[in-house]
């Protein structure tokens, strides 16, 4: 309890629940999975492109080996708000702290797009996920337990040509999990796949986040999406946290359920008040 | 796409009969030639006939000459090409990967591209003679733009979003270029090689009927001195063939460099 209420840092946006909730959540895992994720301290964080102010004052503290989805409407921030986390654009103002021991194999990003190398194999591709460590020795069975992970094994020789859209999204996951990340970004990673394949990859990235214990922060702009898979909600509204729901529903998730659809609800309705005209949503 | 894959699964068991089908038209053009010589529909005087064309290649084989001036042809395209070719690949290169490269070269390039590289073989006389290098300078100069251009240009359109994902998982300039930007660059420096195949042989002919002491279009102006069109004609149809040579040769390697690409997958 003591230890749990550490990572209320004074700065950060408080959560409605109290954090030992997650905690023992979390202590269900293995201990080598728990100990993986982690904590993540963002404070004052501006970031303009030329005079557009995009994010002006995020304060955040994601807990170690929580899955946290960031939500709003297009031309929010939130992608801006996950390609600073993952050190792909300059800070503007402000600082985002993962911890002095993270390196940076340690966070890991999965896009829209698979952005898979076309000229190589899938094993190969799963490869250059080890970052620096990708001419190891281990390198190939490390990249081979990684495609069983993702349930790709069979396609390790495959040209991602021939792959469908759901299976280059796995070959992209297997990828980024390679390194064993402690940090997990998704940006809109299912925002291109149909609504089955989207059920299925959404099942297969909470068994993947269960077990590995990383921390999770998924940008997406399907709610329902979003309440399946996150401990925590957050609504960014004008390149601010406007809201913080913390999803108290326990895992695995019945999908359609009465519970999920009434926080679903409520977060729609709250992305909807924003502005009068609903009509640009 | 549909109609070749569905003709090939209906006759998996004929793929020599595949391979022969090309060669039907050629085949037909010159059994049509044969008949109208023979017939007298066309002179002799006027075009001679495929059989007078062979045996006048037979002959010429026979006195080793026309091995000797295919030789001389060959040895100046490949030599001219690696030198042209190789410049070109380089300054492709330099300039796709630096922007100050880029700034210091490509404008001159562009100005020195729009000469009609044939149209200096009178400057090209007076500076080298008649000998091997002018014929060198001439197959180099038209071989490097398009190589230069597509190289480029191949550079240029990699996607930026690979190039981004290949900097997250830690790759260094050198890792970069060999797994991301080259392998994407190579099917547009392949569409440059094949141009500048077709432009080493036009450029090498031209430059020997104008001035060379050996080679196959040396040999052409010869004949058509004597009045020989069999020669003429033979030379002609050696162009094509070592047209058709070196474009099945760029393929083969395409097909083996581009595998993974869709559009040379076997299924």
Known sequence: ?281 | MSLIDLSRVSSPKLPRADGLIPWIVPLAIILIWQLACVTGFVSARVLPAPSDVALAGWKLLLSGELARNIWVSFWRASVGFLIGGSIGFSFGLANGLSHLSNKLTDTTLQMVRNIPHLALIPLVILWFGIDESAKLFLVALGVFFPIYLNTLHGIRTVDPQLIEMGRIYGMTDGELFRRVIFPSALPSIFVGLRFALGIMWLTLIVAETIAASSGLGYMAMQAREFMLIDVVVLSILIYALLGKLADSASRALERLTLSWHPAFQKH
């Open chain 1, 1 to 281: 309890m003591q230890e749990a209420l550490r990572f209320l840092s004074p700065g950060a946006v408080p959560v409605h629940r109290a954090d030992f909730v997650e905690r023992a959540r979390l202590l269900r895992r293995s201990p080598e999975a728990q100990a993986r994720g982690l904590s993540l301290t963002i404070r004052g964080l501006h970031k303009s492109f030329g005079d557009n102010e995009v994010l002006r004052g995020i304060d955040l503290h994601i807990l170690a080996g929580q899955s946290v989805a960031i939500v709003g409407r297009s031309g929010c921030g939130k992608s801006t708000l996950l390609r600073l986390i993952a050190g792909l654009e300059t800070i503007t103002s402000g600082t985002i702290s993962l911890g002095e021991d993270a390196r940076p194999e340690d966070i890991r990003v999965m896009f829209q797009e698979p952005r898979l190398l076309p000229w190589a194999r899938v094993l190969s591709n799963v490869e250059v996920g080890l970052g620096r460590e990708r001419n190891s020795p281990d390198a190939q069975a490390r990249a081979e337990s990684a495609l069983v992970e993702v349930g790709l094994a069979d396609k390790r020789s495959q040209w991602p040509a021939v792959l469908s859209g759901g299976q280059k999204q796995r070959v992209a996951l297997a990828r980024a999990l390679v390194s064993q990340p402690r940090v997990l970004a998704f940006d809109e990673p299912l925002g291109a796949l149909d609504a089955l394949t989207r059920i299925s990859m959404q099942r297969l990235l909470e068994r993947v986040w269960h077990d590995q214990g990383f921390t999770a922060i998924l940008v997406t702009h399907d709610v329902a999406e979003a309440v399946a898979l996150a401990d925590r909600v957050l609504v960014i509204e004008d390149g601010r946290i406007a809201e913080d729901f913390s999803v108290d529903i326990p895992r695995p998730r019945q999908r359609g359920s009465a519970e999920l659809a009434a926080l679903e609800g409520a977060i729609l309705k709250n992305l909807l008040e924003g502005t009068e005209d609903t009509s640009d949503l």
